[in-house]
């Protein structure tokens, strides 16, 4: 799930964002159980308020994956 996780970082910083930008998770696993997982995750790695998320089992995921994760992101107005 941490490589799920790092992916997502790593994609987000192509585009100048950072996990700080995401108002939205979902989380495809095949294994519920997971789910306690994905929650220490979410606190270890995103601060208040913390976004939104959604968690659904799946039967399979390409490449034989156990987590996929998408994500939005919203890109805050600079200002100055």
Known sequence: ???????????????????SDVVKLTYFVTDITLRDEANQQLIKHFAHPRPARTFVEVSCLPYGATVEIDAVAHRKARRG
């Open 1 to 19: 799930m941490e490589a799920a996780l790092e992916t997502l970082a790593f994609r987000l910083a192509a585009v100048n964002l950072t996990l």
